[in-house]
C-alpha cells in the first residue's frame, strides 16, 4: 500500500497520508466498494450494467446506437471489451450480471436477502415500492439511490462476523443526531423532506429486522441517508469510452488516427444531440479507504474508473511526497472554480464543515460574496 489512514490530530478525523513518494499520473490505490448500485432513472432509462459491479452490459456499438437513436457501424469492433457470452442472471428475479463471479459474489454479499424473487413487472415487492418511491423525489441529474441502504443492511445480515459489519457501516457514521436530520433533508431538498416517514416505512418493510434494528428505526434511518449523502462516491462506466480508449492504444497511421478522431468527434456530437451529459452508466458505492480522504480546494488525487466497473483508482494529479496527506475533492470542477465564499457555502451546506484548505486560505482576502452575485456585479458593469 502507498498510503496509510491515521486519526488527524485536528478536527478533520481520519486522515489519508502517503507512505512514500508517488509521482503524478501513479496510481495511488486501488478499492472494491463495501457496496454500489446503479442509479434508479440511469436504471429506468436502460442504461444496461452489471448489477453488482456495474460494467456495461452492452457492446460499444450498441451503446452507440441507444445513444445516437441511429444504427452506428464503429470501426475496431476487437477494441469493445463487453464479453456478452459471461453474461447471466438471477434466475428468481432477473437481475442481470456481466459474469458468473458478479452473480455469486452479489448473492453471497446481499442479493440473496434482497432478491424480489419477481420477474412480472408488477411494483409489488416493498423494494419495488421504495425505488420507485425513491424516483419521485430524486429526479435526474441523480447524485444517490436509497438501495444502497439497503445493499448495505443486506450485507450486515448476511455477514458471518455481524459485529465487523456493523463497525464497518458505523465508521461512516460520526455526527449528531440533529446534524443527520439536517443532512437526510438536504439530500432530498425543501420540497420533497417531508417524504422521510414515507420512505422510512417503505425501508422497514422491505428488509428483515433481525440484527439491525438500531439503524431501522427513524432516526437510524436518517443516519443512513447522511451517510451515503456525505460518502457516496460517484461511479461512471461506459463501453464507448472504453472502446475509444484501446482504439487510441491501437499503432494507427497519421492519416488513421485523424480519421478515427474525426469519426469520434462526430459521435459525441451526435449523443450529445440526443442524450446531452447522460452518456454513462451511472451509480454510487461507498468505499473504505477513499472515505478517509479529506478535501481540499485543491487536490492532489482524483478517484477515476479505469477500470470500467465500480472498482476506484485513486489516481495522482500532483507529485505527492512521503508523508505528505492526499486530499482529493468534495466538489465538482465547476465549482472549484468558482469563488472561496461559494465553495465553502456548499461545503457547510453538504459537508457541514468550513474549508480550510490551503486554496481557501490563499484567498482569504476575498470579499465574501457568491459566485453568482460577482457575475450579477460584472453584467452589471457592462
Not at 187 to 198: M, Y
Not at 307 to 329: K, P, Q, Y
Not at 339 to 352: F, G, I, P, Q, V
Request: proline share 3%; glycine share 4%.
Amino acid at each position: 500500500m502507498n498510503v496509510e489512514v491515521r486519526v488527524s490530530t485536528n478536527s478533520k478525523g481520519k486522515c489519508l497520508l502517503a507512505k512514500r513518494a508517488i509521482s503524478v499520473g501513479s496510481v495511488i490505490f486501488e478499492e472494491d466498494p463495501l457496496v454500489s448500485c446503479q442509479l434508479a432513472w440511469n436504471s429506468a432509462y436502460h442504461y444496461l450494467a452489471c448489477d453488482h459491479c456495474l460494467r456495461p452490459l452492452e457492446t460499444a456499438q450498441e451503446n452507440a446506437s441507444r445513444l445516437t437513436g441511429q444504427c452506428v457501424e464503429l470501426p475496431y469492433l476487437e477494441c469493445c471489451t463487453t464479453d456478452k457470452s459471461k453474461f447471466v442472471s438471477c434466475p428468481s428475479c432477473c437481475k442481470q450480471y456481466c459474469s458468473e463471479e458478479c452473480r455469486s459474489d452479489a448473492f453471497k454479499q446481499y442479493h440473496q436477502t434482497l432478491c424480489t424473487q419477481s420477474s412480472d413487472g408488477s411494483n409489488s415487492h416493498p423494494l419495488e415500492q421504495l425505488n420507485e418511491a425513491w424516483k419521485k423525489v430524486h429526479y435526474p441529474p441523480e447524485t444517490n439511490n436509497i438501495l444502497l441502504i439497503t445493499r448495505l443492511l443486506a450485507r450486515i445480515l448476511q455477514s458471518s462476523d455481524k459485529a465487523t459489519a456493523i463497525s464497518q457501516t458505523l465508521q461512516f457514521c460520526h455526527r449528531t443526531s440533529n446534524e443527520d436530520a439536517d443532512l437526510s433533508h438536504k439530500l432530498l431538498g425543501e420540497k420533497f423532506a417531508d417524504q422521510l416517514p414515507f420512505l422510512h416505512n417503505l425501508m422497514v418493510a422491505s428488509i428483515p429486522h433481525e440484527g439491525i434494528e438500531q439503524f431501522l428505526t427513524f432516526e437510524g434511518f436518517q443516519s443512513l441517508l447522511a451517510l451515503i449523502g456525505t460518502n457516496g462516491q460517484g461511479v461512471g462506466t461506459s463501453a464507448i469510452s472504453q472502446w475509444a480508449a484501446n482504439v487510441e492504444n491501437l499503432p494507427l497511421s497519421e492519416e488513421e488516427r485523424k480519421t478515427f478522431n474525426l469519426f469520434l468527434d462526430n459521435l459525441y456530437q451526435q449523443m450529445d444531440m440526443q442524450v446531452g451529459d447522460f452518456l454513462n452508466n451511472e451509480g454510487v458505492a461507498l468505499y473504505v479507504l477513499q472515505s478517509a480522504c479529506n478535501h481540499s480546494c485543491k487536490p492532489n488525487a482524483e478517484p477515476r474508473f479505469i477500470h470500467n466497473s465500480n472498482r476506484l483508482s485513486l489516481v495522482a494529479t500532483e507529485d505527492i511526497e512521503e508523508g505528505e496527506e492526499i486530499f482529493i475533492s468534495y466538489l465538482d470542477e465547476c465549482m472549484l472554480h468558482r469563488s472561496r465564499h461559494s465553495r465553502r457555502k456548499e461545503l457547510a451546506r453538504n459537508y457541514l464543515f468550513v474549508c480550510q484548505c490551503s486554496k481557501c486560505e490563499e484567498e482569504v482576502d476575498q470579499p465574501d460574496v457568491t459566485s453568482e452575485e460577482e457575475e450579477e456585479d460584472e453584467s452589471m458593469s457592462d
